[in-house]
């Protein structure tokens, strides 16, 4: 708890401080909905004036750029290559005044049939806290909406259509995602962090020309590709006479057809996935270039073979399907661009915690900036809790504190965030709340005594999954 309100103090002024703290320790421990009166709630100010507290997201009070500040800085000390993760999220709205709420497809929707769901769009960064062994754990660091602009009425003029295309297309997500890669590249070089190679991993739907040719320096990308993609070796040699400078050479395989080239040998590599040590079979072919990145980045194609895996002991052998990467650094090693792009995963992790366990969305705002404000702050209290428990952790202080369930396994590799937000509860009720209802010892009377319902272990050992 101590090193959350330190954290907290860092990111905004004395002015507003301990509204800020209540709110990220409220975000952390609510038991119910996550809106601003559920905080409230939380808080123990259910009786008093809550403007203040909404006036805190309306007006700019607190942004989530001033909490994320903490984290980055304590992030980009580990002295290592600069690992972030970019994907985006939607947040479900049934209200037709919410702003930056539109029909957008559903991505849980079933592959033969395209669902629309009202929602908002936001993009978030992750970056990776590495631990030992090559496993990584990814810590939000930013987080912006992603509107897409209000369409005009069917008699507007026709300069008002044209600057409607003109905000249609530099809302594209290629082109959010472009921005904050720049931004968080010159944050860093602000910071110190000039020279510090920066790895971006994304999937498909940020692998294109206006990511690609908008990189900034000192940037690596790493995407997932289509496996029809058309890629084209480098010239080998330029035209003699006057003309044009030749970019393209011959074309190269697709990646699909690399993958069944029997002549092209498979590599075996070890990387961390999936809690332990396993090996993969990679192939790879480099340098190429492709239209969609444009002359100024030279890549390297890898391409993963199925994995088998079984549902049981007895059951069949199945496979799950092959990925197909691309990297813009054509000399980087296989293995760290496959290890970083396997670290991509955590980041739909964050996003099933921001929603099931802090309620991302439930907020009932419809400004611009409460919108930006409400889900930043509670993704950015979602970062600080991880950074709490790493640096927690590395000065030797305990955050297991409650015993572990029976049925838990017992060996986990790192520390749910489940687990931290019970353990947070009971840092700052415990001494409150009689808690010598949870023994851990059985009794000697074999007859089980006739029990009320615990107020230790219901606040304590509470999940928010829905």
């Known amino acids: 708890m101590s090193a959350i309100e330190a954290l907290c103090a860092q990111a905004v002024g004395p002015k507003h401080a301990a509204r800020v703290s209540r709110h990220v320790l409220a975000q952390l421990t609510c038991l119910g909905s996550h809106t601003v009166t559920g905080l409230l709630t939380t808080c123990g100010r259910q009786f ?108 507007a003029s026709e300069k008002q259509w044209g600057a409607y295309r003109r905000q249609r297309r530099a809302a594209r997500i290629g082109c959010i995602g472009a921005q904050r890669i720049r931004h968080l590249r010159r944050w860093f070089n602000h910071h110190g962090a000039q020279d510090c190679l920066l790895w971006t991993v994304v999937d498909g739907a940020f692998t294109n020309g206006p990511v690609l040719k908008n990189l900034p320096e000192n940037t690596t990308l790493v995407g997932r590709i289509r496996a029809d993609a058309k890629l084209h070796y480098l010239p080998k040699q330029q035209p003699k006479a006057q003309g044009r400078r030749r970019v ?63 549902l049981s002991k007895n059951s069949r052998l199945l ?25 991509r995963w955590d980041i739909e992790v964050n996003f099933r915690d921001e929603k099931t366990l802090f309620g991302l969305g439930d907020a009932q705002v419809r400004t611009a900036p409460a919108v930006q404000n409400v889900t930043g702050c509670a993704v950015a209290a979602y970062a600080i809790l991880l950074l709490a428990a790493v640096l927690s952790k590395r000065n030797g202080a305990t955050i297991e504190h409650l015993p572990a369930p029976k049925w838990q396994r017992p060996k986990s590799l790192r520390t749910t965030t489940q687990r931290l937000k019970q353990n947070l509860r009971y840092e700052i009720w415990g001494r409150s709340i009689n808690f010598s209802g949870l023994m851990t010892h059985q009794h000697a009377n074999t007859k089980s005594p006739k029990t009320t319902p615990s107020i230790g272990s219901a606040v304590f050992y509470a999940s928010e999954y829905s």
């Open 48 to 155: 008093q004036d809550w403007s203040a507290d909404y006036r805190l997201y309306g007006r700019n009070r607190v942004r989530p750029e001033d909490l994320f500040e903490p984290v980055r800085r304590h992030l980009i000390q580990q002295n290592e290559p600069i690992v972030t993760a970019l994907d985006d999220t939607r947040l479900q709205k049934s209200g037709r005044k919410v702003y930056g709420a539109k029909y957008l497809r559903d991505p849980l929707g079933p592959p033969f049939h395209t669902n629309f769901i009202r929602a908002q769009r936001f993009v978030q960064t992750a970056m990776a806290c590495k631990g030992k062994d090559g496993q990584a754990r990814m810590i939000p660091i930013d987080w912006v909406h992603a509107p897409l602009p209000e369409k005009p009425p069917p008699n």
């Open 248 to 310: 393209y050479g011959p074309q190269a395989p697709t990646p699909q057809q690399l993958r069944q080239d029997e002549h092209v040998p498979w590599r075996h590599i070890e990387v961390f996935y999936g809690g332990k040590k396993r090996t993969l079979r990679v192939k790879q072919l480099a340098p190429l270039r492709w239209r969609a990145a444009g002359e100024k980045h030279d890549l390297q194609l890898l391409v993963l073979a199925p994995t088998p895996y079984r």
């Open 319 to 343: 496979y799950r399907k092959p990925a197909y990467l691309i990297c813009t650094d054509p000399a980087a090693d296989p293995v760290d661009v496959i290890q970083h792009y396997l670290w």
